[in-house]
């Protein structure tokens, strides 16, 4: 296994907002982590990138224990984290967003023009766009420049946190898509996602948090086709529904969902 976590528990404050958690990702796999607001996927992902303190458990990266070390000193081992909301620098230009990512593995002029080819490679508009502002395009092309940053690093283990958040069907498939061509060349990926069925159709495996700590561990198949996760976190149509499934919110009997 690529990245391992044995038994964490980090509080924010008073909240234990994860508790006795275990999972690991293996080279050329994806993880879906699976949960409604704030069960606790943002706090793992932050745990496992060095950013939030863990108070007890341990972390491994490549065997090495890594709990406790500066997210600087785990992005230099190859990890690298697109946290939710893109924060890209919106007054840089694409290119320019780009070139922050390669701080982790500056190289010279000539690995980082690969690195370039490869992020225009997998995302294709980046190429056209590469000299507009970050905050003039779409949040579709905005997710790309996030993950492409990411990618200018050469990460091994890559972590996404809610990469679908407010984008269309279109780019949905699009993002997802990368993320497993990516799996497929031998990245591993954890992949935060409250669009449940997108992530598990995704993922090899997958993990269900709530309040914290996981109530279900399976591959992402047997999650896919198992009624409790079925019920709660795919929303009507579950696996078999084409489209971007609904987010997993459950509310109470009698109660629907207010669009605008
Ligand atoms: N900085 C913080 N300070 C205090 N409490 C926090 C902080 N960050 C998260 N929490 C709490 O920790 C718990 C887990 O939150 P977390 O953001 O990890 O969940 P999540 O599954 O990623 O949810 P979301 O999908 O809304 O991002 C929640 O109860 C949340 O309110």
New binding site residues.
Partial sequence: MILQAERLEVR??A?R?LRDVTCEVAEGQVLALI??????????L?ALAGLDAVRSGVIRLFGEDITGRSAHAVARRGLSLVP?GRQLFADLTVRENLQMGCYRAPGDRAAARLRFERVFGLFPVLRDFAERRAGMLSGGQQQMVAVGRALMGEPRVLLL??PSLGLAPAYVGQILDVVRELADTGTAVVL?E?NAAAALRTADQGIV?SN?TVTHRAPAADLLADDDVSRHYLGVGGADDGAAPSPARVLPEGLRELRI
């Fill in positions: 924010h404050g909240t907002a949960g409604a607001n704030g069960a606790g996927k943002s706090t793992l932050r939710e946190d809610e935060a409250q948090l914290g």
